[in-house]
């Protein structure tokens, strides 16, 4: 891969998700494609020369000198306020990427495909599902979305639309739920894992992302159901939790 | 992902100043525990540099810490680093 540049970005739309979730599309000059699950470095320059950079998942498919970040703002974060917040379409950022070849998957791979995200880790897997989706591809695949409640779960719309044609899409909602809401409304565990997902037997590919008590709880889960720890990949982010 | 803790597929690109080769799928051994991870799957947290930890006995595998234009690499808990070259 050699070294990478530093690549100028500009803003193209700034849309909002949830309350506390945007998405940023960029137009990249230089860039060369990426597979669904890789990051981009951002880099942000101050005017004293102060320079903060952050990794985030690439939201969308491979798709020319188009990439999507979706940011969640963290509070007390260096760079995601700024790209919530203060981003507008005509500004420029810094920067480089496609970066990361362990927690990928495009649909040459093939599945049964096993999603398991909590929060604003559905970036990295909703980029293979859209991927998965631009290619017209049948591969068996579940997605198991954790949310705090329904106004909280990013993309909700788009995935009511790609649900189906092989792809099974379940929420659960850890906080709050709407009136009358008949799913899952508890963390992810064991049993709802081995309700939902494809058998250990089956042989999925198998990503997990999410805060890291989430992806630690649910990987040891999948262990304990029998999945191979090696068909397990994980990436998680977040407060250390101890 | 704007936190102090993260894992090595956020380290990739700083990894790539340093490594030639694509990190996140190179396999270390940690010299503690004697685990097989990807660099992907391992604890990382950021501070002046970044401290790689094995996710399984919490031990330091490797810190990069990078001023101006120099970086210094600590290697000490990594019995072996297994990259795939080109």
């Known amino acids: ?242 | 992902m704007d936190e102090l803790m993260l894992d090595g597929n956020a380290a990739a690109g700083l990894l790539s100043d340093v490594f030639a080769v694509e990190m996140t799928t190179a396999i270390g051994i940690c010299d503690g525990c004697g685990a097989v991870e990807a660099v992907g799957a391992v604890r990382v947290f950021r501070g002046a540099g970044i401290v790689l930890r094995c996710p399984h006995c919490d031990a330091v595998l490797m810190t990069v810490v990078t001023a101006e234009s120099r970086t210094w690499i600590d290697l000490r808990g990594l019995r072996t680093l297994e990259l795939e070259t080109p």
Not at chain 1, 107 to 121: D, E, I, K, N, Y
Not at chain 1, 184 to 203: I, K, T
Request: one cysteine or more; aromatic letters at 8%.
């Open chain 1, 1 to 242: 891969m050699g070294r990478l540049n530093w690549l100028i970005a500009e803003a193209v739309d700034v849309v909002p998700e949830t309350p506390r979730v945007k998405t940023v599309s960029l137009e990249v000059p230089g860039w060369t494609g990426h597979v669904p699950g890789q990051h981009v470095d951002v880099r942000l320059t101050a005017e004293d020369g102060y320079q903060a950079q952050r990794s985030y998942s690439i939201a969308s498919p491979s798709d020319r000198t188009r990439v999507e970040l979706t940011v969640e703002r963290l509070d007390d974060g260096e760079v995601s306020p700024y790209l919530t917040d203060e981003l507008r379409p005509g500004d420029q950022i810094e920067l480089r990427g496609p970066v990361g070849g362990y927690f990928v998957w495009e649909p040459s791979r093939g599945g049964p495909l096993f999603l398991v995200a909590g929060g604003s880790g559905i970036v990295p897997l909703m980029a293979m599902l859209r991927s998965r989706a631009a290619a017209g591809s049948d591969v068996p695949a579940v997605l198991l979305f954790s949310s705090r409640g329904w106004e909280d779960v990013i993309y909700r719309d788009e995935l009511e639309r790609i649900d189906g044609n092989g792809l099974r899409v379940v929420h659960t909602l850890t906080r709050s739920k709407p009136d009358g809401w008949a799913g899952y409304d508890r963390r992810v565990d064991a049993a709802m894992l081995a309700e939902v997902g494809p058998r250990a037997n089956d042989r999925p590919h198998v990503y997990v992302c999410g805060p890291t008590p989430f992806v630690e709880a649910v990987a040891t889960a999948l262990v304990d159901l029998g999945h191979e720890p090696a068909r397990i990949k994980t990436e998680r982010f977040g407060p250390t939790g101890g």
